[in-house]
């Protein structure tokens, strides 16, 4: 069961993402030692409590669909990793 607190946690990672592209994205999980697409929050919150919320992560960026002509996945530039040390 989805509670109220998962959408909530959820929401404020989603909401450092462009809201246009939320959805496909990728996930893993630590009983996924893969990555696999979500399409919605709720099955990315149910995929995290098959889970138990332990080792879940989403990519920054969505699944966006391969140019086949050229065999490269492209990705919109809506977040910046920058690493300071």
């Known amino acids: ?15 450092h993402f462009n ?9 893993m999980t630590k009983k ?4 696999f ?5 709720d099955e990315l919150i149910q995929r995290c409590i098959d889970s138990d ?11 966006y669909p391969k140019w086949e002509k050229h065999n490269i996945v492209r990705y919109p530039p809506n977040f910046i990793f920058i690493d300071l040390d």
């Open 53 to 63: 919320f332990l080792d879940c992560r989403i990519n920054a960026y969505p699944d």
């Open 37 to 41: 697409s979500v399409y919605s929050r």
């Open 19 to 27: 809201q246009n592209y939320l959805f496909p994205r990728k996930i």
């Open 1 to 15: 069961m989805i509670k109220y607190e998962h959408r909530i946690d959820v929401d404020l990672i989603l909401s």
């Open 32 to 35: 996924h030692s893969s990555q």
